[in-house]
């Protein structure tokens, strides 16, 4: 059978990538709460101790920017601008106009806000019909922020990447070749500590004991170091984590980005349905892997294309499949819109650990096919 590794990573809210997608998701909720109608296209960038928002938002109501940012960099764990940023020195500058009218023009009617291409995807590797490195990298990420925030490993700071490698037999994980966990620290923790309480306290707490053996290969903070961090260490922009937001690499990517829009781009309501629609097809058994793509052009409501392709995996022909997807689901950007209930502020739950596999979100849920 065939033997392969594959590699997926995650980060944690902290990384400054997500710092700005947390703020860009942050503003189009408030916009949301007031107005589902809001025309929201937002972007954050972040760099040393200072935030720059631009965009564009047509809405009926008003959003106090500069108080929500500080907020939600306080929320983080940013509070010292020696080390990453801080909540309450920061400089923040705001550009934000209207939508452009060409672009509603096409919007008002029902049609989608841009072209594009889109992917969506499922597999039984995992409960949440995820691909199993991914999975296990999110996890990590995660209770990194628990346990610092917790204090239980109480040095740790917000920024924080997670590496997983998974050894597959034909489409099953066998086991973990290597767990990378870089996380920012303070200055006076020993790095034997650091590592002892990393493996202890996240891995051996997240990681399935069986999936780990005596060749399992663990690093913690390669470089022997981590303390500056955040936007200080590195530049933060709204966007640049598509591919920890989806599958991991384990699926393709249209190149869109999810954060700071509202789901009349199709970029972020198309990527979710077709995730829900794959998400299904494996559920109700007709494959065990299933990937679809779908195409828009800007201003027009049907799509261009679907494409399905199971892999060989599936129960039907993929031509038999995409015949029932367009039998049983309304694909203009109206009809995902409403299918799934997408002119609430539900967009920061999306923003970490994966904008899929969180049975919370309405693309999430499993129906009959």
Known sequence: MNRYYFTSESVTEGHPDKLCDTISDAILDSYLAQDKNARVAVETFASGNEITIAGQVT???EVDVEKLVREKIKEIGYDNEKLDMDYRTCLIHINITKQSPDIAMGVDVGGAGDQGIM??????DTEELMPFAISMAHKLSKRLTEVRKSKEIPYLRPDGKTQVTVEYEGDTPKRIETILISTQ????????????????????KVIP???????????????GRFVIGGPLGDTGLTGRKIIVDTYGGYSRHGGGAFSGKDPSKVDRSAAYMLRHIAK?????????????QISYAIGMKEPLSI???TFGTGTKSEEELVNLVKE??????AGIIDYLDLKRPIYEKTTNYGHFGKKELPWEKIIKM
């Open 185 to 204: 620290h303070n200055a006076d923790v020993e790095q034997e500590d650091l590592k002892k309480d990393i493996i202890e306290k996240v891995i051996k």
């Open 119 to 124: 992917f969506g995807y499922a597999c039984s």
């Open 209 to 223: 004991e069986n999936m780990l053996d005596e060749n399992t290969k663990i690093y913690i903070n390669p470089t």
């Open 59 to 61: 809405a009926n109501g």
């Open 307 to 309: 494409y399905i392709n």
């Open 328 to 333: 049983k689901f309304d694909l203009t950007p």
């Open 280 to 292: 299904n097809l494996v559920a109700n058994g007709y494959c065990k892997k299933c990937e679809i």
